[in-house]
């Protein structure tokens, strides 16, 4: 094998056994970490006046975010599936008008929602061991419900 191709096969390698070993709410805190790293890109694009960019990086967050609406349980979810459905409405909204109004404020804004959401899934990701799906919902930031 070619050392790039013997690259490639470990790179696939690595990225199966962490597919097959992450809990489900830790997968949802890594596409929070690419949504808020990708946000955070539009963000120092807008300073930096690098549209084509922005819009990429606001694409790739628009994406994820998507990704994690259109996954929601409503059936198993009940009331936090309607709440999470809300807030990724909200938030896909907000980053459409970061395209049209190339406002960093809009970014910082989408930031500190997506952090805090990350934040209850984290909390979440690390107990889910010891609680029941229930308790782990009931920190859910007050946000959903506002």
Request: net charge negative; with cysteine.
């Amino acid at each position: 094998m070619y050392p790039t191709m013997q690259n490639q096969y470990r790179a696939a390698q690595a990225y199966q056994t962490a597919a097959e070993t992450v809990t489900a709410a830790q997968a949802i805190v890594m596409l929070y970490d690419g949504a808020i790293r990708r946000v955070s890109e539009a963000r120092r694009a807008i300073g930096e006046k690098r549209i084509e960019d922005r819009y990429h990086s606001i694409s790739r967050a628009y994406a994820i975010v998507n990704g994690l609406q259109c996954h929601l349980d409503f059936d198993a979810g009940g009331e936090v599936a309607r709440l999470l459905d809300r807030y990724y409405t909200y938030i896909l909204h907000r980053l459409t008008e970061v395209n049209i109004q190339n406002d960093a404020g809009i970014c910082d804004e989408i930031l500190e929602r997506l952090r805090e959401m990350r934040s209850s899934w984290a909390r979440i990701a690390d107990d889910s061991d010891t609680r029941t799906a229930q308790d782990a919902t009931a920190q859910m930031p007050a946000a959903l419900t506002a």
